[in-house]
Each structure stands twice: as structure tokens, then as C-alpha cells.
């Protein structure tokens, strides 16, 4: 008997109609813990660099966290992982909500879709009655609308993730929408290519676990714990002190000013009410105390999620001061099926190409003089591929600077390895973060930060009193923080570490599905995880049944880590990549930081092309992956060398 | 006939505090898993989320009666604009749908309050932090006969649905052959 899993792929081809039910080898899941572990596992094997992000040899696999459906509270993750044709790279993307666990009720870890259908299609996957049908009716249809539809038409319990007209027209930001979540980043768009619009699953069968009453006894206790600590969820979610910071240490427009005293009572006023009077609820995500996120509704009845800083994001890229205006976005971009991350940043962009006389009123015929109803200008040109203009934005900041040409490369100053960033523009260099921004692979900050504060406490008792309950942290790390004094870099050594311990954090996260929210991101601030290395085998060995302890969780993070780097390397990743944007900090020390980098690479046993060496993944049992790197000549036969940085 | 005090247990539900987690339907099919707590499956949990996510609709409803055939004259409630027919919140396991019958049997599902655990709120309320399910017990004076003829209709209801779903014959075939192996 499985447990914690069902042992089961669904395998789907859109080329052939093909359906398949594959039983999988437990012993992968011992390697790699499942979810994006797992399917970094499979994209290594079937995706060879040769094939192309709108190949239909390009898969899009659904995989569901190990924990999901355990009574783990707050492991619900679905990840969403492909190659995408942004950047030719791994796809780092998920949904929270009900779909990954409604997957895993059904009877699959995983949906593994590959091939291209030549109509709109979607996937009906009724436990094991699964059916590709025809889409006609969705074509055109908002993502939460599609939603709405395949519950009414099928099964009111049904649990629907659906691309919209963004995903439709293979914009390169869209978003894959499902319930109160939505996963960014680069996923929708490989979906919208397939020609499959949605996937809607019910499930009704068991999920063992392993060590039942020892899984329980752990549990229980965690709802209360988690529902009550504050700093466990999301912290954006209702406390105005949170959402000033962001408003006036956030750059606006295209990521050009901030903002310092932008917060004043007015303001304050402006985002209570407006938010007050649209709320209709509260809501969390499957089997999780939390409540991160709330349903708005406008005026005429539309209604949407907001989420993490999405609701200040748009008004301050597109410099309209009202809330109001940011909820309008919203409920136009979640139908269109719009990433919340890179889409204000994109069309900020493209105002400021209109400004800056880049992009003139031929480009854009009719083009308003109203900030806001310039966003709904450019979205929708963005979302139809409509003209020069919005076919090139439909490819992100990146490939439209490219493609308009004319000078707009220099105004794409806030993407790296092309990918739109947060608007963050600071002082001076951050070494850990540094290090983060350059190497990391999930292409946002939020997916790589997380585990360690992001800055020294000038006040020695605070930290003191912090260290004390850090039950999260490795013991060094601790000292490291005590002796952490404000205006002073951590050294090489901290910070590789740090950066090391972040990612693995986000690793394990996405492997068994627990929310960032718990553990992953929220280690930052306040220092308290409800989930971190040191509890988590626990819990994972009680569900699963697999021996765990820290340093085997430790070894198995690094060893999907690493592959992950390895997939990108052979898609040909290097080095000369891994940089954040020039203008993150407005100090820097190139040669300080290329120090740190080789010293990152070191610690990592990669080469200074940041290429893991043979020895390196011999080590983690990646043997398959130096033999192709040899073969390919990625690395020399000797299995590269490391320079000491 | 003489007075005697009896334990009423109540679920309180208040709809508006809901945060749509299905921790209870998740605590509840664990709870009732055998052996214990050994597997989840929300389609066997006796209490479910009736849930419409993009009408902002969530209504932890707990499994009531087994009834053989659907009610006889339907009525419609109209709430905030949209129309739900009365089953969208009744309790019971009715042959006109699938809620609240385990997926595999079929046999209907009804909520115990959690009997065996002895002295503690019932699992779905433990796992509701938000207060949407509240726990609540109270004495009532009941009289003997009023006792015995509710243990009655427990078991009258109990074969009824074993009736339905297999038949006279082959229920009495297996309650001899049940009999005899003592
Ligand atoms: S912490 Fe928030 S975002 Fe995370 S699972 Fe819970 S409700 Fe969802
Ligand atoms: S546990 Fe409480 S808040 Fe969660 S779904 Fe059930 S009733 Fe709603
Ligand atoms: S009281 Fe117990 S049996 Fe009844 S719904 Fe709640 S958890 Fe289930």
C-alpha cells in the first residue's frame, strides 16, 4: 500500500487523445519527494534541450504536494512545472486552493500532459473516468468563468484550473486560474499552446497515511498553533502597517520612484473603505487555518481574489492613486487569466515607452491620456496580441523590448534572466540577496527568500530574544545573526549559507506542498515557521512512511535543487546569466560580488560557469546527469573542475 | 413515568465565519477511518462543504437521516439573487445524490457527534479554529419510553438502508449465515 501518495501518474497526449493510467516507482519518490522534485525528475528525462517550449514534446506536468490530503494542515500546493518559451527554462509556478488535493482524491500524483490538441479542449477527470472534450463553448471565456461552467455542467463539487484569453492567445504572462489561487510565472501559456483550457477533476477515494495516530497527534494541535500565530500566514492580508511598506518601498511606475511618505491617513482611509466595503469574505486554502486571502466584489457583481500584494501593485505601476483602481485591474485580469506578478510591470513598461516617445500614438491609435484607462488599454491589446504594439508586450518586457527595438531594450532595466521582477530598487548591495537574485532558478524572489531576516536588528537584546526560539535555524545561523551588526555584509561563507538554506526550504516546500506561507517565506519575519527542516521529517515520515531525518531532507532538496539547475544548464544557462538587474541596488561592487558568486558556486561544488561538476552529482546520485553532461561536452570528461573562490 | 435528564449535544454553524478550509470534513473522515485516523477522504466525512468558491457560498452542512426516497414537493429558496433548491442544505442520505454515502458501498453516512471520543468537542469542531462550528451540550428531560423508541428507530433505520440497497433475500441470507458463525 502507498501511502501519503496514490502511486499513480495520469498521462494524457492531445496529439493522440490518449489517456493513461501509470502506476510509478515509489523509490522515485524516496529520491525526490514528489511534487516538483519528481517532475524536475521527469522533464529531465523527456524534455531534452532539443525540444522546444511550443514543441508538443514540451510536457506541462500537474503534480500534487506529498503531504496534500495528509491531515498536514496547509500542505495543499499543486506546482505546476514545463519549459518556458519566456526564457527556454524550467517553469517554477503553482496553485494553492482545492485543485492538488482534489488531483490526489481522484487517484493521481500527478497529470502529466504532453502533445498539442488541435482544437480547444478540456480534461474531464472524473476519479478514473478521464475524458478530453471539446472546448468550443469556453473559447473566449474569462478563467474564473470557465470555472463556473464546468462546475455547473459537471459536477458542482468539481474542482476546475482554467487558462483565460491571455492563456487562449499564448501570452507568455499568463496565469493558470483556480479558486482563490493562481499560478504565475510563465505556466498558463505553455497550457494555452496545448489548446487546453482547463482541467477539471473530482475525487472520491482514500489517502492512506502511515503512521496514523503519530501522524494525527502531530496535527492536531498545529490547526490551534498555526490559527493563532501571527507570524505564520500571509502577513499582507490585513494589517495597513504592511501595506504602507510596500506602497513606499516599492518602486512605481516601471519600477522608477519609491515613494517614501506616500502612506499618509488619507491614503489609509482610501484602502480601508475601499476594501472594507468590497469584501464579502475571508478565505483559505484546503486543510490550512489561515486566511490569506479575500473575495472583493465590485459594484456591478464581479467579483475576484486578491492575494499577497496585488491589490497595492497595480495602482502604483500604473500611478492611480485609488484603490478602486487596483480592484478594477484585478477583476479584469484574473478573467483574462494575467500573472499579478509580471503583468503591472509590463504594462508600466509600456507606458513608459509611450512617454519616453518610444512607442507613438501610430503604435498605439487612440491611446488615452488617463493613466488608468491606459492600463485597460494596453491589457487588452496585450491579452488579444492586438497590433505591433500588443503582439510584442504578449511576450513579456523582455522579448517586446526586443521587438519594438527603436531603444526600448534600455528601458527593460528590471528583468533578469528575462523575467520581470518585483519593483524593488535599493541602496546598497545585499550579499545573500545578491546571491539569490543571481542564481536563482524559480525567477522570483519570493520563491528563493525566505528562511533567514533580510537585515542585521541593530538592538543585541532583540536578537538575542529572537535566537532563543529559533527552532527553525541550524545552530550557526544563529550565531551568525547574533553577531550580524547593521552596516556590516555577512561574509562569503554566511551567505552562501544562507542563500543554501532558502533555497532548500522552498525545495521541500515545493516537493510536498506545504505553503510558503507556513514555512518557506515566513522564516524572515518573526523567525517562527510552523514548518521547517528540523520538524518536517517528522511529519513527512509519519505520512509517507520513509525514513527521514534533517540531513536526508537536506540531501534530497539539494539533489531536485541541483537538478533543476541541471535541466537549465543543458538548455544552455551560464553564468554570464546570473545577474540581478544592474539598477537593483544603486551601489554596487562588481568585483565584491563575482567574489561571492564563485564562492556560492564553490559551496555548491559547481564549476565557475555554475555548472555542477561530476563529483557533485555523483554525490547527490545525479550519475545520469554527469554522464549526459560528459556526452554533450556541458562537461569536460575529467567532470570539471572547481575554483576556489 | 418518571423524568431523566438527557445529554443533547449541538453543533452551532455560523455560515459567515467560514473560511472554506474543509478542515472539518478532512478531521471527520480521518476520525471515522478504520483503524483510526489511517486515511482522509472528504466523500466519506459526514460533514461537507457545500461550497459555490466564485459566489462566495460555503455551508458546512452535517449528515442527518437516511431516507429511502426523495422528498415530494420541492420548494426553492432565493438567497442574495440566486436560487438553490432545498437540497442544497438538507443533511440527508437520499438516493437523489451522491452526498453523503460512502463512495464505495453506497451505505449512507450520518454524522455520530463523534461518539467515542469520550469528553471532547467532536473532531470537526476541534479542527474549525474560526469558530464557524461551535460546540455546545445541554440536559433535557426525557422519559424512558421516549428512549427506547429512538434506539427503535436507530435500528429500523440502520436495516432500512440495508434493506434498500440489497434486498429482503439476501439480507436474510446473511444474517443467518452471520447468526450461525455466532
Ligand atoms: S497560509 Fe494562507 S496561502 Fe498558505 S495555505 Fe494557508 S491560507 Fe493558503
Ligand atoms: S472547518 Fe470551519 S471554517 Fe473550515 S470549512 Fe469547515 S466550517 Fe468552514
Ligand atoms: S461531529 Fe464528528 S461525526 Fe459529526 S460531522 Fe463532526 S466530525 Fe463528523
Known amino acids: 500500500m502507498r501511502c501519503a501518495e496514490t502511486g499513480y501518474n495520469l498521462e494524457i497526449d492531445l496529439s493522440r487523445g490518449s489517456i493513461e493510467r501509470v502506476e510509478t516507482d515509489p523509490r522515485l519518490t524516496e529520491l525526490h519527494l514528489g511534487g516538483q522534485g519528481t517532475a524536475a525528475k521527469i522533464i529531465w528525462d523527456r524534455v531534452p534541450p532539443e525540444t522546444e517550449p511550443f514543441s508538443p514534446d514540451n510536457l506541462i506536468i500537474f503534480s500534487s504536494g506529498l503531504l496534500n490530503c495528509t491531515p498536514v494542515p496547509g500542505a495543499n500546493r499543486c506546482i505546476v512545472n514545463t519549459i518556458s518559451p519566456q526564457t527556454n527554462l524550467f517553469v517554477n509556478s503553482m496553485l494553492g486552493g482545492y485543485f492538488g488535493t482534489e488531483m490526489k482524491y481522484a487517484g493521481y500524483d500527478r497529470i502529466i500532459i504532453r502533445g498539442k490538441s488541435p482544437n480547444l479542449v478540456y480534461l474531464w477527470i472524473n476519479n478514473d473516468k478521464v475524458e478530453i472534450r471539446d472546448a468550443s463553448h469556453l473559447q473566449g471565456k474569462g478563467a474564473m468563468e470557465t470555472q463556473g461552467i464546468l462546475q455547473a455542467e459537471l459536477d458542482a463539487s468539481a474542482q476546475v484550473a482554467a487558462i483565460g484569453l491571455a492563456g487562449e492567445n499564448r501570452v507568455y504572462g499568463a496565469s493558470i486560474e483556480h479558486a482563490s489561487s493562481a499560478a504565475a510565472r510563465m505556466a498558463g501559456v505553455v497550457m494555452g499552446d496545448k489548446r487546453l483550457k482547463a482541467i477539471a477533476i473530482r475525487g472520491t477515494k482514500d489517502i492512506n497515511v502511515a503512521h496514523p495516530i503519530e501522524l494525527w497527534g502531530l496535527c492536531e494541535p498545529k490547526y490551534k498553533s498555526i490559527a493563532d500565530d501571527p507570524e505564520n500566514g500571509d502577513p499582507m492580508r490585513l494589517d495597513p502597517s504592511n501595506d504602507a511598506w510596500h506602497m513606499e518601498n516599492f518602486a512605481w511606475g516601471n519600477a522608477r520612484e519609491r515613494r517614501r511618505g506616500y502612506f499618509t491617513e488619507d491614503v489609509y482611509k482610501n484602502d480601508v473603505t475601499t476594501t472594507d466595503k468590497a469584501r464579502l469574505r475571508w478565505v483559505g486554502c484546503y486543510n490550512c487555518p489561515k486566511m490569506c486571502k479575500q473575495m472583493l466584489e465590485l459594484e456591478d457583481g464581479r467579483k475576484f481574489f486578491t492575494k499577497c500584494f496585488n491589490r497595492l501593485i497595480y495602482m502604483m505601476a500604473a500611478y492611480v492613486e485609488d484603490f478602486s483602481f487596483s480592484y478594477e485591474m484585478l477583476a479584469r485580469t484574473t478573467q483574462y487569466g494575467m500573472d499579478g506578478f509580471a503583468t503591472p510591470q509590463l504594462l508600466a513598461f509600456a507606458v513608459e515607452l509611450y512617454e519616453a516617445g518610444v512607442l507613438t500614438n501610430e503604435d498605439l491609435p487612440d491611446f488615452p491620456a488617463d493613466n488608468a484607462e491606459r492600463f485597460f488599454y494596453l491589457l487588452d491589446i496585450t491579452v488579444r496580441r492586438e497590433g505591433f504594439v500588443g503582439d510584442a508586450l504578449a511576450d513579456g518586457v523582455y522579448w517586446a523590448a526586443r521587438k519594438i527595438g527603436r531603444g526600448a531594450e534600455k528601458y527593460d532595466h528590471n528583468t533578469t534572466k528575462k523575467v520581470e521582477q518585483v519593483p524593488l530598487k535599493l541602496g546598497k548591495v545585499n550579499f545573500p540577496y545578491y546571491l539569490m537574485y543571481a542564481t536563482g532558478e524559480k525567477m522570483s524572489i519570493t520563491q528563493i527568500e525566505g528562511s533567514y531576516p533580510q537585515a542585521p536588528e541593530p538592538d543585541l537584546e532583540k536578537r538575542k530574544k529572537l535566537v532563543e526560539g529559533w527552532e527553525a535555524a541550524p545552530e550557526r545561523f544563529k550565531k551568525w545573526f547574533l553577531e550580524w551588526e547593521p552596516r556590516v555584509d555577512p561574509s562569503i561563507e554566511e551567505s552562501v549559507n544562507i542563500t543554501d538554506w532558502n533555497e532548500m526550504m522552498h525545495y521541500v516546500d515545493d516537493s510536498i506542498g506545504t505553503c510558503a506561507w507556513l514555512s518557506s517565506f515566513r522564516g524572515q519575519f518573526g523567525c517562527r515557521p510552523a514548518y521547517h527542516m528540523y520538524n518536517l521529517p517528522e511529519f513527512i515520515s509519519y505520512a509517507s512512511g520513509f525514513e527521514l531525518d534533517t540531513d536526508k531532507l537536506w540531501k534530497i532538496a539539494a539533489r531536485n535543487r541541483t537538478l533543476v539547475r541541471a535541466i537549465n544548464n543543458r538548455r544552455g544557462l551560464r553564468r554570464i546569466d546570473e545577474a540581478p538587474p544592474a539598477d537593483h541596488w544603486k551601489i554596487r561592487e562588481h568585483e565584491k560580488e563575482q567574489a561571492y558568486l564563485d564562492g556560492y558556486y564553490a559551496f555548491k561544488g559547481w564549476t565557475n560557469e555554475g555548472i555542477p561538476t561530476k563529483e557533485t552529482l555523483n554525490k547527490l546520485g545525479l550519475d545520469y546527469v554527469s554522464e549526459d553532461f560528459i556526452q554533450r561536452g556541458i562537461l569536460t570528461s575529467d567532470g570539471g573542475e572547481i575554483r576556489e573562490g | ?182
Open chain 2, 1 to 182: 413515568m418518571k423524568g431523566e435528564k438527557k445529554k443533547v449535544k449541538l453543533i452551532k454553524v455560523n455560515l459567515d465565519k467560514c473560511i472554506a478550509c474543509r478542515a472539518c470534513e478532512l478531521a471527520c473522515s480521518a476520525f471515522h477511518a478504520k483503524p483510526k485516523y489511517s486515511s482522509i477522504n472528504p466523500a466519506r466525512s459526514r460533514i461537507r462543504l457545500v461550497m459555490d468558491v466564485l459566489n462566495d457560498e460555503y455551508v458546512p452542512i452535517r449528515a442527518t437521516e437516511y431516507t429511502k426516497s426523495e422528498c415530494v414537493g420541492r420548494q426553492i429558496f432565493t438567497i442574495n439573487g440566486k436560487e438553490y433548491s432545498e437540497c442544497s442544505f438538507c443533511g440527508a442520505s437520499c438516493p437523489s445524490r451522491d452526498l453523503f454515502r460512502e463512495p464505495d458501498s453506497g451505505l449512507p453516512l450520518k454524522c455520530d457527534m463523534c461518539e467515542d471520543e469520550l469528553g471532547h468537542e467532536p473532531k470537526c469542531v476541534k479542527v474549525c479554529t474560526v469558530g464557524a462550528l461551535v460546540y455546545e451540550e445541554y440536559e433535557e428531560e426525557v422519559n424512558e419510553e421516549v428512549k427506547e423508541k429512538e434506539k427503535q428507530i436507530a435500528l429500523e433505520m440502520g436495516l432500512k438502508s440495508l434493506l434498500d440497497k440489497y434486498g429482503a433475500q439476501r439480507l436474510l441470507d446473511n444474517f443467518v449465515r452471520m447468526s450461525r458463525k455466532g
